[in-house]
Each structure stands twice: as C-alpha cells, then as structure tokens.
C-alpha cells in the first residue's frame, strides 16, 4: 500500500518549512527545517486519521501525485 505524499517547501513569510498531505484536508505543519516540519506532519496525519476514525469520518485513499511523477510513467 502506497502511503500519502508530503510537500515540503520553504515559506518566506512563516521563515521556515510548511509540510503538508493534499490528500488530507487542512493536515499541515511547520518546522525550522525540512526535518523537522516533515516530523511534525507525521504526528498530525496520525492524529488526522485518529479523529477521523473516531467521528466516524471518510478516510481518502492516497491518490495525489505531483505531476513530476505522473510523466515518469
């Protein structure tokens, strides 16, 4: 099973990393360093998935692929 992608990227106006799962709506997190932020998004899919479960919430399947991926095939 495939797992969800992550972005990372650089934010100028937070002044560090913002990690993020489009799968996921709203799971986001920061860090000072690419590590850090990808760390810290792991803990909030797990919690993501945690509510969702709870609340009885739909859990997408994994599908985003950044198009970089999508003209490898």
């Known amino acids: 099973m495939s797992d969800y992608h992550i972005n990372i990227f650089y934010s100028d106006e937070d002044a560090g ?7 996921l709506d ?3 997190a ?3 360093t690419p590590e850090q ?11 993501w998935l ?5 609340s009885g ?3 997408p399947p994994p ?11």
Do not use: T
């Not at 990393?17 to 799968?23: G, K, R």
């Not at 932020?37 to 919690?47: G, M, N």
């Not at 945690?50 to 709870?54: L, S, Y």
């Not at 599908?63 to 095939?73: E, F, K, S």
């Open 17 to 23: 990393y913002i990690a993020d799962i489009p799968d």
């Open 26 to 28: 709203s799971c986001s």
């Open 30 to 32: 920061f860090g000072n």
């Open 37 to 47: 932020a990808l760390a810290e998004v792991e803990q909030a899919k797990q919690a």
């Open 50 to 54: 945690d509510a969702a479960r709870q």
């Open 57 to 59: 919430k739909l859990i």
């Open 63 to 73: 599908r985003y692929r950044p198009i970089i991926y999508q003209l490898a095939r």
